[in-house]
């Protein structure tokens, strides 16, 4: 089982100790206030608990997190949990699959990103290549234009440049430098530090950190008895393999075939800036695009619109809200959708979900030929709100997922689906359901560890 994960599941102890601290770290953040650790967090499933987090600018943990400093806006996909991340079988990472080796493990060139060619050409793995990414947006970590050197940079899409503060601004801390050089035989001196370094220990972290194999499924998987699992999870194991066909997407050990699918998820937030309908900016002056077009982002195959990756169930129990956007707060409510998309799709009211509250939001205007942020006016608020609601409450772009999805309806009874979600708790592993040991109580920065549990 080691020789499945990267490192043979088994990195070296001291870089793992360095990728912890850089986990939790808000150095790795343009305005120091935000973490890895803080929509990753090990005590809440390795997300956040929420449908839609919010990044830089947020402050407290989990679901209590609030806005305390200006944002443009919410992070638009659901944090990904982040079980079993370090199995060679994931290679592509993100919901739209966007960081992808094309061969098993081959050479980086083979490492489809959205850098391109700027993602150095021997990072480790793509575990490593995805953790190039957070720290380049301004949502997540930069932080926006003219707050800082890192926002400024990311701005502009000079990412070679944001790695670059980072690795120095880490290789400038003596004890970050001791260790980095304890890891790394080719570091003598701070100038050698790259942000790929730093990469590594984050991937070697994250695989043995959100290793979890545990649970009363892999008791299953261990001894091939089924009795020590309840009667209901039983049934819904049969089912689960059987009649309900789940498993002819969440299959394998991980629960997951890591292909796309559209199955026709509602979209809630403001997607990822990117698609082609206009309407949004038609009707309130304000720019976006908001449908999140899912894996057709990535390749522009039309049979990939609103396709997004099979989640592994692994602790799925922990992970909710569900969905690429979080959609659905209920486990129930998320199989319940698989069982008639389009019903579902139909029936979902958008303004339902909770969502933490924005304030102090800000806005990209112009002052002169210079670029500034400035407060959203008060009477432009409510069309910034309809972004959460947009796709959903359009007609034609609720027609265009449905018009996707590849699901066909299933009857199933109540005790039946019961018996599924009774078989997904059986997938949790009860030393997952709360790692907050692993927080450090501080970090060789000095700044205080985030997620922060005194806010
Ligand atoms: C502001 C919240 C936020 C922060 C901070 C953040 N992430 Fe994430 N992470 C997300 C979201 C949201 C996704 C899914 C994004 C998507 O699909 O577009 C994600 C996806 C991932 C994935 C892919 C998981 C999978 O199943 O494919 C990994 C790995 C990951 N993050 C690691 C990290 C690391 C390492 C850092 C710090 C360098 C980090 N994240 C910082 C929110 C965050
Ligand atoms: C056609 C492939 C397919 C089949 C069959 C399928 N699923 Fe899924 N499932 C997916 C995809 C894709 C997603 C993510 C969709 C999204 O977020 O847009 C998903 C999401 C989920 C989630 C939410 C996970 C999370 O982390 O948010 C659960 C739970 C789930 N499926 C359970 C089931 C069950 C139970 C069955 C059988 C009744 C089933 N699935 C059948 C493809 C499938």
Redesign the pocket.
């Given at each position: 089982m080691d020789h499945d994960f990267l490192y043979d599941g088994a990195p070296d102890p001291v870089l793992v100790d360095l990728g912890r601290n850089l986990f939790f770290d808000p150095i790795l953040s343009g305005n120091r206030n935000i973490s890895c650790g803080t929509c990753h967090d090990p005590a809440f499933g390795s997300g956040d608990g929420l449908a839609l987090g919010i990044g830089e600018g947020g402050a407290g943990a989990g679901p209590q997190r609030v806005t305390a400093d200006p944002v443009t806006g919410r992070v638009p996909r659901n944090a990904q949990?982040l079980w079993n991340i370090g199995a060679r079988s994931y290679l592509s990472l993100f919901h739209d699959g966007r960081v992808e080796a094309l061969q098993d493990l081959g050479p980086a060139d083979k490492i489809r990103n959205p850098a391109g060619a700027d993602l150095p050409a021997d990072v480790s793995s793509p575990l490593a290549a995805q953790a190039f990414f957070p720290v380049t947006s301004p949502i997540e970590m930069a932080g926006q234009y003219g707050e800082n050197p890192i926002a400024n940079a990311a701005h502009h899409e000079k990412r070679q440049e944001i790695w670059d503060h980072l690795a120095d601004q880490v290789a400038d801390i003596p004890e970050y430098l001791r260790i980095l050089r304890a890891s790394f035989p080719e570091i003598t001196d701070k100038e050698h530090v790259t942000y790929g370094h730093i990469a590594d220990a984050l991937a070697a972290f994250q695989t043995t950190a959100f290793r979890s194999d545990e649970s009363p499924f892999d008791r299953v998987l261990r001894t091939g008895e089924l009795s020590t699992l309840t009667q209901a999870a039983q049934d819904g194991l049969t089912l689960?393999y059987g009649a309900?066909?789940?498993a002819?997407?969440?299959s394998g050990p991980l629960l997951t075939d890591h292909k796309f699918?559209a199955?026709a998820?509602p979209q809630i937030g403001p997607g990822k800036g990117h698609g082609g309908d206009m309407s949004y900016l038609a009707a309130t002056g304000l720019a976006g695009r908001m449908e999140d077009e899912g894996r057709n982002r990535v390749t522009g195959n039309p049979d990939d619109l609103f396709a997004?990756?099979?989640?592994s169930?692994r602790n799925?129990a922990l992970?909710g809200p569900?969905?690429?956007s979080g959609a659905f707060e209920s486990?129930e409510d998320?199989?319940r959708h698989?069982?008639d998309p389009l019903a579902s799709l139909t029936d979902f009211n958008a303004s339902d979900v909770a969502l933490p509250s924005l304030n102090h939001v800000q806005r990209l205007g112009a002052r002169g030929s210079q670029l500034r942020f400035v407060p959203l006016e008060v009477d432009r608020r409510y069309a910034f709100e309809m972004r959460d609601t947009w796709v959903m409450t359009s007609p034609q772009l609720r027609q265009r997922i449905a018009d996707r999805n590849?699901?066909s309806p299933m009857e199933l009874t109540d005790q039946e689906i019961a018996n599924?979600v009774a078989f997904?708790h059986a997938l949790t592993d009860p030393t997952a359901v709360n790692r907050s040991h692993m927080i450090p109580a501080s970090v060789a920065s000095g700044l205080p560890p985030q997620p922060d549990r005194n806010h």
């Open positions: 949990p689960f309900a066909r789940c002819s997407c969440h699918h199955i998820v997004f990756r099979t989640p169930l799925v992970t569900w969905g690429h486990l998320m199989v698989h069982l590849a699901l599924l997904l």
